[in-house]
């Protein structure tokens, strides 16, 4: 994805783990090449930052492609659009596809794909054969194709033993496991949050305990293999607390929220509409709360999307039988901030870009994002326009599906340009391939 041309990113304020500073960004052949207050631009190709932020692209952890199997929902090319335009340079592909992500044949597959699309794709991996939990897949084989997240995502390793020896072999690869954890024999059959909405709604609700329990359990297995743990969208305040706990302990364990975790509640699916339904569910005003305080006081490390296409009519069905899952690539950014920042006054617009950006870079080991914006560095940049405001309406999107819980919504910050190895792939909010 190289680029042999000269850009100058002029005007904007530069930020990254570093703090701020006023400068121009000098680019060439994919590598920030100049970083100071005020740079000619010669023959380069000037990008305008003025009024703007210029920060290290974001890094998505979490992201279904669907790609290969259910390309009516999404592509790799067209998610990697919806990435670019939320100002991602880098996501990592969930192995829940059709065939799963579970050998080095189809990890290629993925990687292959991913070099026509508008963002770095990157891809976990799963930690069982078919992430059906009863035997492990070929880890050693994907951790030499560069995978370094292992995740059966979309269901959790209910067994513990072979959770326990999933661990140990992926210690020895220097690999992490991030896991969705959902007991599946307290979450079956269920289609929402149990509490008073579910009883209300007459649906089927999931304990909180559901997730609780497996991140109780994991934290113990962390302990007793020290290996590295990743939970995956914690939705309950119960979890934070433990993870914090975990973390207070010394334990090699991080965690991500997603951004409808900490926007929506469990009373969204008052009107059955299964736009709102979503693995794991839509919780309580309270563990809202407890998870944006979690994301604002580093007890979560990042903000990760769950990019979660479906088809319309597989969205329309009824609230029970249609599939879980949201749109986030182009909405994460402007809800953390308006959210956190603005509304719940938690955190700063850094800390926001931290969870964004260089802390996810950090987890998944991604030398190339999350800056710092330096000379020397892969030029993977996002500017943003951090005043502007505008309504999600859902359907202008790049995704191929629709399914945004947001809609009608007006939030601040938007994405002007995306730069991708030096390439701008995003320029005044529009997607250039
Ligand atoms: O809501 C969800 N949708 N949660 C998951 O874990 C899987 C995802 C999907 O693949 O649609």
Known sequence: MNSDRRW???????LDAGGRRRADVAIEDGRITHVAPSIEPGDAAVLDAGGALVTPGLVDLHTHLRQPGKEEAETIESGGRAAALGGYTAVLAMPNTTPPIDTAAVVREVLELGRAAPCDVHTTAAITVGRRGEQLAPMAEMADLGVR???????????DRLMRRALEYAAGLGATLAQHCEVTSLSEGTC???GEWSSRLGLQGQPSEAEELMVMRDIALARMT??????QHMSTAGSVAMIAAAKAAGLFVTAEAAPHHFTLTDACCAGY?????????LRTADDVDAIARGIADGTLDAIATDHAPHPPEEKERPFDHAPPGMLGLEYALALALTELVDERELMSEDEVLARLSW???AIAGLEHHGGPVVAGSAANLCVIDPTERWTID???GASLSRNVPYVGRTVRGRVRHTICFGEPVVTDGKAMR
């Open 192 to 194: 929402m949050h149990e």
């Open 8 to 14: 100058l990113i002029r005007g904007g304020e530069v």
């Open 359 to 361: 802390q996810p870079a």
């Open 149 to 159: 997240i292992f995740t059966d995502d979309g269901t959790g390793v209910q067994d």
């Open 394 to 396: 859902g359907s202008g």
């Open 226 to 231: 020290g290996a590295k743990v990743h939970f």
């Open 273 to 281: 509409d299964a736009t709102f339904k979503v693995h794991p569910p």
